[in-house]
């Protein structure tokens, strides 16, 4: 079939149609199917795939609901454009929800099953005007049966206990049956898996997980916690220990001798006031569920957590932390776990888990400013109230410099465990350390000002926490689904920003998504040109403060990129950058001479891609930039594969740091393990160049079977993927190469570099 290629990164005009999206995944693919389901609709303003080349959002002029029947009009609307996500016939939506709100707006929610199997994490809302039937956003997850399984090869019980030793479980506690479902990530793969809770304890203290086994080979696909840590109230004690709720104290308008049962019921109660006045929400589920908390859990519990159905809150230590039930935003914080599990459900792990966190922190700013009657600098800090007793200032989070822990990040290309297989012992991909990432965003929407470190030079202009809260609110509970990441969070605060305060040409829309613009979220309109090897661009111009972005993709093995920019006048500076656009600050190499002339020169350089920055310290015209890299497979020790590697016990030994191996998937069924001794404080990196045409991933897993990094990206994606070695002796790591859904090729390679 013939194709048609969009760039995603820029706003382009096809067929009348107004697309928009963004760097995510630079370039995808329309078909001659999906183009005809886009000619359908009347006039698209925002347009956003996921890797897999499906619609995640749609926004605009869209039709009309042709039915009275809301649910039967909208599940017509979206039978008309099936091709445009790469139906076949097979997939089954079933209503869930019908809601109407307060701006007269009605909003369809269908979740999808295959063949009557449940597709965890896919849904697809249709929004409309009430009066008129007007559609003016479809968005969602959807999954299109493209030669997925659909029987397993293992029993539940088998893949299940593989999935929970690759995960680290060592010893844990099914509490369901098997169930067989289809599992879908955030970047729109599925796979067929079983699903049960598995209840479990490790250094970190108690654990309940949903773990996702794939239903072919029991490797684990994914998991999430359903702990989460972090008007009629009932307070209960622990007594110091972990038997949940516990011994009842007192219920609505009781009181306690106790301090910290007081803490807690007064902060339930300032959080529960918050919600209803604010968006006249009674309690947590919408209809006057009752808050349920209990104190005093465990002995010195560092923790506060929200299980599903009530709070739960240790007394700390007394060094690290003092009683959590006294600091409100994190009374708050779990709280809004609540709410967020009754509206969106977003999945906790991977960027799903990390908006989950975020959001949280951020009603937990937002309650306690709500008390205070004003946002003051303690605003922004998370958990100051509970957080080391004996050092004053310090706190937990810090919305407005989310670096300033130690530990979370701020920027997107730079965010924790990209692609990662989510576990207890990753933070579930960093969901802890990429909420930072939206806490900037918002703090940035109500305070203004560009980036802390400088990541960017985006000026955001603020509107204040009284409509900030507003946009972020509606965004939860009526755009965002289980499965939303960065990109959808931009699209659904962007959508109620639209619908509150004026449309798209709205100061707030514009500052919504300057916010996102700061903290290198995708989706912005941010134009980046793909490169060949040797190609030159010529006639280059922009003015004083502007950029122009470029992308050249790198295979395994070369031993230099060069990137020279030369000819017309002006002064433009270089910047170059793997796997995220450069910036000012932000970069692998950099020349910033008084002229356009300008060579970056980046040695040795890892596959994959490479973002190229041309900035104008003052306008430039008439400029040419060529990128080339060089060096084959040269400068380095290579290898081909030999067969039989399928299994640790025959996996072919990587002896030599900068090794490049040559291999192929042979099969539907070929997998290929290689062998490495990572020595001691050493990091190991790996980089996997594939065919353009085939979707390859990469595991790391010790010498247990437990998992340690991966690689997941699309079709065609390179995977890069580290994993850092904190013993002081040496550690085998073995290197899993394999198919995502049967891929191979046996006439095209693929490249697979290691060095430590």
């Not at 790469?86 to 295959?114: I, P, Y």
């Not at 998937?665 to 045409?693: A, E, M, N």
């Amino acid at each position: 079939m013939k194709k048609f290629v969009v760039t995603l990164a820029v706003m382009v005009m096809m067929g009348g149609l107004a697309i928009a999206a963004g760097v995510r995944a630079p370039m995808t693919a329309l078909t001659d199917d999906q183009l005809a389901g886009l000619g359908k609709l009347e006039a698209v303003e925002t347009l956003s795939f996921n890797d897999a080349g499906v619609p995640t959002f749609i926004a605009g002029e869209l039709g009309r609901l042709e039915s009275g029947d809301h649910a039967a009009g909208a599940l017509r609307f979206l039978q008309e454009l099936t091709p445009m996500f790469r139906a076949t016939g097979r997939e089954e939506l079933a209503l869930s929800e019908v809601k109407e709100d307060e701006l007269g707006k009605v909003h369809v929610r269908f979740r999808q099953t295959l063949r009557g199997i449940p597709v965890v994490g896919a849904e697809l809302l249709v929004h409309a005007d009430k009066a008129t039937g007007k559609v003016y956003a479809i968005n969602g997850t959807f999954v299109p049966d493209e030669n997925l399984p659909q029987r397993p090869a293992l029993s539940g019980e088998v893949a299940l206990q593989q999935a929970a030793r690759e995960a680290g479980i060592v010893s844990g506690v099914a509490l369901d049956r098997p169930e067989l479902v289809y599992v879908v990530r955030e970047n729109g793969k599925a796979y067929l898996a079983w699903m049960t809770r598995v209840a479990f304890s490790d250094a970190k203290g108690e654990h309940l997980d949903r773990i996702y086994a794939d239903a072919v080979t029991g490797e684990l696909v994914t998991s999430e916690a359903l702990i989460h840590s972090a008007l009629y109230r009932k307070i209960y004690t622990a007594n110091n220990g972990t038997s949940l709720p516990g011994t009842l104290l007192f219920v609505e308008g009781g009181s306690s001798s106790d301090s910290v049962a007081m803490a807690a019921y007064n902060n339930l109660g300032y959080t529960y006031n918050y919600y209803k006045t604010k968006f006249n929400r009674d309690s947590i589920d919408g209809a006057g569920m009752q808050l349920i908390a209990t104190v005093h859990y465990g002995n010195a519990y560092n923790n506060a957590f929200w299980n599903g159905s009530q709070m739960v809150f240790g007394d700390g230590d007394g060094t690290t932390f003092s009683p959590f039930a006294n600091a409100l935003d994190v009374v708050a914080h779990e709280l809004a776990h609540g709410v967020t599990e009754r509206t969106a459900n977003l999945t906790y792990s991977s960027e799903p888990g990390a908006l989950n966190e975020a959001w949280s922190d951020i009603y937990g700013a937002n309650v306690e400013a709500y008390r205070d009657g004003a946002v003051s600098s303690n605003t922004w800090k998370i958990g100051e109230a509970c957080y080391t007793p004996g050092t004053s200032g310090d706190a937990l989070r810090y919305m407005n410099n989310p670096t300033a822990d130690g530990y979370s990040a701020d920027y997107y290309p730079e965010r924790l465990y990209p692609n990662c297989t989510p576990s207890s012992s990753n933070d579930y991909c960093g969901v802890h350390g990429n909420s930072g990432i939206a806490n900037l965003a918002y703090y940035l929407l109500v305070a203004g000002g560009t980036h802390p470190r400088g990541k960017t030079s985006v000026s955001v202009p603020a509107i204040g926490m009284a409509k900030a809260e507003q946009i972020f609110y509606r965004a939860l509970t009526t755009y965002m689904t289980s499965s939303t990441n960065f990109q959808g969070a931009r699209n659904a605060t962007a959508q109620a920003a639209a619908d509150l305060y004026g449309g798209t040409s709205s100061a707030e829309y514009n500052a919504v998504q300057k916010c996102w613009d700061a903290v290198g979220a995708p989706g912005g309109a941010v134009q980046v040109t793909t490169l060949s090897n040797g190609q030159t661009v010529s006639n280059l111009s922009a003015s004083t403060g502007n950029w122009l972005y470029f992308k050249i993709t790198l295979p395994s093995g070369q031993t230099q990129l060069k990137v020279v920019t030369s000819g017309g006048s002006g002064d433009a500076d270089l910047y170059v950058k793997r796997g995220a656009l450069p910036s000012t600050s932000s970069y692998d190499g950099k020349s910033e001479g008084s002229t356009t002339a300008e060579t970056v020169t980046i040695s040795n350089p890892a596959a994959g891609d490479f973002y190229i920055g041309l900035y104008a310290y003052s306008s430039y015209s008439g400029v040419s930039l060529t990128a080339t890299y060089s060096g084959g497979s040269g400068g380095g020790t290579t290898m081909n594969e030999t067969e039989p590697n399928g299994s640790t016990s025959s996996a072919n030994v990587i002896s030599t740091s900068g090794t490049t191996v040559t291999g192929y998937i042979g099969s539907s069924t070929d997998v290929d393990y290689f062998k490495v001794t990572v020595p001691g404080y050493k990091t190991l990196t790996v980089d996997l160049t594939v065919p353009s045409t085939k979707d390859y991933d990469v595991k790391l897993y010790n010498s247990s079977g437990t998992l340690l990094a991966s690689g997941t990206n699309g079709t065609g994606q390179a995977e890069h993927v580290t994993w850092y070695n904190s013993a002081s002796t040496s550690r085998v790591v073995y290197i899993k190469v394999y198919g995502y859904n049967g891929a191979y090729s046996t006439t095209l390679p693929y490249y697979l570099k290691t060095t430590w």
